[in-house]
């Protein structure tokens, strides 16, 4: 009997294993794409305070992103779904920032999904984070918004900014 047992686990974890791989619903499950963060020296915001942008990554580059964007659900290799999305923030100081970032799904403004993550900024120059995974609760979704809220981290005293946009989610 005991040579049985183990005999079962491993077939069962096999079968769960190749059950994972390929498609999901006719998805190409992707490896996830790894968060980068550069410093830009483009002009400051003309009020010199901080601010943070709402994007897209686009290869190497940041693009803002649209109102009515169609953002990309990717399939991740154990079984969750995601989209990318990119923030550019400019900060008078080196300091932590936190990204909340939320999806909201409409109609009925349910929440569908988010991420928490923190970013090192660049000091008096834009930091660019690209391929943000901003996890999904399900694939679903076809309309809603996307929000984001940067605060710094090591000043309790500091406002939050935020950003938002429609979008749309495309498989």
């Not at 077939?11 to 794409?33: F, H, R, T, Y």
Request: charged share 20%.
């Amino acid at each position: 009997m005991t040579g049985i047992c183990p005999l079962l686990g491993i077939a069962l974890s096999a079968a769960l294993v190749a059950g994972c791989g390929g498609e999901m619903e006719g998805n190409l499950i992707e490896d996830i794409l790894p968060q980068e963060d550069d410093c830009s020296s483009e002009a400051p915001p003309s009020d010199g305070n901080a601010a943070s942008l709402l994007g897209v990554p686009e290869g190497q580059a940041w693009r803002p992103i649209a109102e009515g964007e169609a953002l990309k659900i990717h399939y991740g290799p154990q079984g969750g779904q995601h989209v990318y999305a990119a923030v550019k923030l400019w900060s008078p100081e080196a300091v932590t920032w936190k990204y909340t970032f939320e999806v909201i799904q409409t109609p009925g403004y349910l929440p569908a999904g988010g991420v928490e993550i923190a970013a090192q900024a660049c000091k008096g120059a834009w930091t660019i984070s690209r391929n943000i995974v901003v996890f999904l609760d399900h694939d679903k979704i076809k309309t809603g918004f996307l929000k984001l809220q940067s605060v710094m981290v090591d000043d309790p005293e500091a406002l939050p900014i935020s950003a938002e946009a429609a979008v749309t989610f495309t498989q």
